[in-house]
T-cell receptor
Framework: AQSVTQLGSHVSVSEGALVLLRCNYSSSVPPYLFWYVQYPNQGLQLLLKYTSAATLVKGINGFEAEFKKSETSFHLTKPSAHMSDAAEYFCAVVPGGSNFGNEKLTFGTGTRLTIIP | DTAVSQTPKYLVTQMGNDKSIKCEQNLGHDTMYWYKQDSKKFLKIMFSYNNKELIINETVPNRFSPKSPDKAHLNLHINSLELGDSAVYFC???????????????FGAGSRLTVL
């Protein structure tokens, strides 16, 4: 089964420091990959997505992620953390080659990002 | 203006009761979903509907019954509630199947169900 693994359930960074949230996927064919963010007591919001175009994907709020097939990774980064980035971040995958009607967005277990003032 | 709206936002009930959660989207999307988020924040798909037709039905107890009267609505009815049903239930929608590369899910704010 296709899946994603997020290393680190909690990550703390200082305000202004680099944010790096890790995601590795398992897939026999290149998948579609997504990062979603969940702010407290809210639903999930798309940050960015990889759909087999450019391997470096830029998203909202200054986040970006790079698809690395050789490492089966899709890590999320932001050069300078802001207090408003504190949230839960989810990596998600849709298997490559999915047929319409059978595709499933499978989420990782999430990483809680805390920003230290 | 809310794109995907769920009601109620909070629901507290006793074991054995039957309850429903309603979801409506005004985005003109074709596909709607129910996800369950447990206390550890793990998100798992339960159902998806496309134009009122059931597409995905994960291994969910048959006490859970989704109903889609039209493509803008997907309701979730739960019979004989159990303690383990306590979770946050998220409704979501997408323009077509998620397979369509560019399509992403738009989530509602969630409905927190607590079973006592």
């Amino acid at each position: 089964a296709q899946s994603v693994t997020q290393l680190g359930s909690h990550v703390s960074v200082s305000e202004g420091a680099l944010v790096l949230l890790r995601c590795n996927y398992s897939s026999s064919v290149p998948p579609y990959l997504f990062w979603y963010v969940q702010y407290p007591n809210q639903g999930l919001q798309l940050l960015l997505k990889y759909t087999s175009a450019a391997t470096l994907v830029k998203g909202i709020n200054g986040f970006e992620a790079e698809f690395k097939k050789s490492e089966t990774s899709f890590h999320l980064t932001k050069p300078s953390a802001h207090m408003s980035d504190a949230a839960e971040y989810f990596c998600a995958v849709v298997p490559g080659g999915s047929n319409f009607g059978n595709e499933k967005l499978t989420f990782g277990t999430g990483t809680r990002l805390t920003i230290i003032p | 203006d809310t794109a995907v709206s769920q009601t109620p936002k909070y629901l507290v009930t006793q074991m054995g009761n039957d309850k429903s959660i309603k979801c409506e989207q005004n985005l003109g999307h074709d596909t709607m979903y129910w996800y369950k988020q447990d206390s550890k924040k793990f998100l798992k798909i339960m159902f998806s509907y496309n134009n009122k037709e059931l597409i995905i039905n994960e291994t969910v107890p048959n006490r859970f019954s989704p109903k889609s009267p039209d493509k803008a609505h997907l309701n979730l009815h739960i019979n004989s509630l159990e303690l383990g049903d306590s979770a946050v239930y998220f409704c979501a929608s997408s323009l077509a199947g998620v397979f369509s590369g560019a399509n992403v899910l738009t989530f509602g704010a969630g409905s927190r169900l607590t079973v006592l």
